[in-house]
């Protein structure tokens, strides 16, 4: 036993020196999904901080529109260009989708009006057809902003009126769901890509068939990688927790321990459908459809981009049982939520289904040559 898996740990010395001298193995496992976290973390990290950009054109004197206007212009939502200074230069601006509105303070708008002692007017919103939900969104904004200001000048109750309350709860974000998304992106490019690339070169070569010569079993070769890439895994996605924790600020919430557990398990489960397709095929062009055909459904299907409720029902239902769709699940609840690795039978039930499957096609169709 002792010589079995001192065979196996050789191997996977061997395995782990070749894939860090193997610059395109190491650009697809580590920098092509740090390229996609780059992408969609910018993408993402604004999404939940919606901004209107605007011109605004005062043509008003008043104290009360200039102060009004200092004040839009320091609104974090409202993005004003003060550049704009004329209302034809801001139609043009808008047709070309460079503004979502206009904003303008006519010459009356802050006058104190006779037999009153406050400011009144009327702002006005310019838009085009194309941008109605942007300017109602404005419109309500400012109205608030307004009904705000008159509460000062004028008493009104009213008779009904809402109210709002934060719960101590922490809901997941935009970013959040696409994080999770890109580590079961970088488990298909290791567990998948990897094998699938590297069996039909070492065949091609005849590695494996002088491999086979040898009293090295196939469960040893099989463990060895499952070893050596569950490390370099570990590695890569290690690299993207750097990244996205210092750049995009990712608040981790579960158990560090128990996501490296789970992630290895992903890796583990992956890596066998690729140990059988590489493991099968005799060629690269052979096995290249293959891989695809199985691997878009997963990427686009098992929420790595997109959440899975948006997708209709009965989509969400037949999604549900492709072999990505409980690894990135179970990441998100144990990276988001905060989940132990007992609270995920259903993920952990149906990944050890599609272990002993995938591995036992792994075995019966691998060929030495």
Same mark, same amino acid.
């Given at each position: 036993?002792?010589?079995?898996?001192?065979?196996?740990?050789?191997?996977?010395?061997?395995?782990?020196?070749?894939?860090?001298?193997?610059?395109?193995?190491?650009?697809?496992?580590?920098?092509?999904?740090?390229?996609?976290?780059?992408?969609?973390?910018?993408?993402?990290?604004?999404?939940?901080?919606m901004s209107f950009k605007v011109a605004l054109?005062?043509? &008003?004197? +008043?104290? #009360?529109?200039?102060? !009004?206007?200092?004040? %839009?212009?320091?609104?974090? @939502?409202?993005?004003?260009?003060?550049?704009?200074?004329?209302?034809?230069?801001?139609?043009?601006?808008?047709?070309?989708?460079?503004?979502?509105?206009?904003?303008?303070?006519?010459?009356?708008?802050?006058?104190?009006?006779?037999?009153?002692?406050?400011?009144?007017?009327?702002?006005?919103?310019?838009?085009?057809?194309?941008?109605?939900?942007?300017?109602?969104?404005?419109?309500?904004?400012?109205?608030?902003?307004?009904?705000?200001?008159?509460?000062?000048?004028?008493?009104?109750?009213?008779?009904?009126?809402?109210?709002?309350?934060?719960?101590?709860?922490? &809901?997941? +974000?935009? #970013?959040?769901?696409? !994080?999770?998304?890109? %580590?079961?992106?970088?488990? @298909?490019?290791?567990?998948?890509?990897?094998?699938?690339?590297?069996?039909?070169?070492?065949?091609?070569?005849?590695?494996?068939?002088?491999?086979?010569?040898?009293?090295?079993?196939?469960?040893?070769?099989?463990?060895?990688?499952?070893?050596?890439?569950?490390?370099?895994?570990?590695?890569?996605?290690?690299?993207?927790?750097?990244?996205?924790?210092?750049?995009f600020h990712l608040q981790v919430v579960g158990?560090?321990?128990?996501?490296?557990?789970?992630?290895?398990?992903?890796?583990?489960?992956?890596?066998?459908?690729?140990?059988?397709?590489?493991?099968?095929?005799?060629?690269?062009?052979?096995?290249?459809?293959?891989?695809?055909?199985?691997?878009?459904?997963?990427?686009?299907?098992?929420?790595?981009?997109?959440?899975?409720?948006?997708?209709?029902?009965?989509?969400?239902?037949?999604?549900?049982f492709l072999p990505l769709t409980p690894i990135?699940?179970?990441?998100?609840?144990?990276?988001?939520?905060?989940?132990?690795?007992?609270?995920?039978?259903?993920?952990?039930?149906?990944?050890?289904?599609?272990?002993?499957?995938?591995?036992?096609?792994?075995?019966?169709?691998?060929?030495?040559?």
């Amino acid at each position: 036993m002792r010589k079995s898996f001192y065979t196996v740990s050789t191997f996977v010395r061997i395995n782990t020196k070749r894939f860090f001298r193997d610059r395109l193995a190491l650009f697809f496992s580590i920098g092509f999904p740090l390229i996609f976290l780059f992408v969609f973390g910018n993408l993402n990290s604004g999404s939940n901080n919606m901004s209107f950009k605007v011109a605004l054109i005062n043509q &008003s004197q +008043s104290q #009360f529109s200039k102060d !009004f206007s200092k004040q %839009l212009s320091d609104n974090r @939502i409202i993005k004003v260009n003060k550049a704009i200074t004329t209302v034809d230069d801001a139609k043009e601006r808008m047709n070309r989708s460079e503004l979502d509105a206009t904003i303008i303070l006519p010459s009356s708008f802050g006058e104190i009006a006779p037999g009153t002692s406050y400011p009144s007017g009327q702002a006005q919103v310019l838009y085009t057809q194309n941008n109605q939900q942007s300017a109602a969104a404005l419109t309500s904004i400012l109205d608030a902003q307004f009904k705000s200001i008159n509460s000062h000048f004028v008493t009104n109750n009213v008779p009904l009126s809402v109210t709002s309350t934060q719960l101590n709860e922490r &809901s997941l +974000s935009a #970013f959040d769901y696409t !994080f999770a998304g890109l %580590l079961g992106f970088s488990i @298909i490019g290791m567990g998948i890509f990897g094998p699938v690339n590297v069996f039909p070169e070492l065949k091609k070569m005849g590695i494996l068939r002088r491999l086979s010569t040898t009293p090295l079993k196939v469960w040893q070769y099989f463990l060895s990688n499952m070893i050596g890439q569950a490390f370099i895994g570990l590695i890569s996605m290690a690299i993207m927790f750097v990244v996205a924790i210092t750049v995009f600020h990712l608040q981790v919430v579960g158990n560090w321990l128990e996501l490296a557990v789970f992630l290895v398990i992903g890796v583990t489960t992956i890596l066998g459908i690729g140990l059988a397709l590489g493991g099968w095929a005799k060629n690269e062009r052979q096995v290249a459809p293959l891989a695809n055909i199985i691997v878009f459904p997963m990427m686009f299907l098992s929420g790595t981009f997109f959440p899975r409720f948006l997708m209709p029902e009965w989509l969400q239902q037949v999604s549900a049982f492709l072999p990505l769709t409980p690894i990135i699940d179970g990441i998100r609840l144990i990276l988001t939520e905060g989940k132990h690795l007992i609270d995920l039978g259903p993920q952990l039930g149906l990944i050890g289904v599609w272990i002993v499957v995938i591995y036992f096609i792994a075995f019966r169709v691998f060929r030495w040559e």
